[in-house]
């Protein structure tokens, strides 16, 4: 917890004297901070379709013990047993 309270402290401190400089030269503190490289970029863009898995995922957990959830008996976790099986109630 002394590692964060101290690395929080360097934002802020870091922050404010990006900002007096922003102030000095009349620039944005986001314009600063980037010429400065300590921004951050997301990696992708937040979409509905993100939401709608994490919500997902949330709502619907994985069955214990390893087991798929029925609908999703391809998501590899069955053995080679039950996918010849599977594979051959499927031909018939």
Not at 5 to 10: I, P, V
Not at 51 to 69: D, M, R
Request: hydrophobic share 35%; aromatic share 6%.
């Amino acid at each position: 917890m002394e590692a964060i309270t101290e690395a929080q402290a360097l934002g802020m401190s870091t922050t404010q004297e990006a900002q007096a400089i922003g102030d000095k030269h009349g620039k944005m503190l986001v314009l600063i901070m980037t010429a400065a490289g300590l921004t951050t970029k997301a990696t992708w863009a937040k979409s509905v379709w993100n939401k709608h898995q994490a919500w997902y995922a949330h709502t619907n957990p994985k069955a214990s013990q390893g087991k798929c959830h029925p609908r999703f008996s391809f998501c590899g976790m069955l053995t080679t047993s039950q996918r010849s099986r599977k594979t051959t109630t499927a031909v018939r």
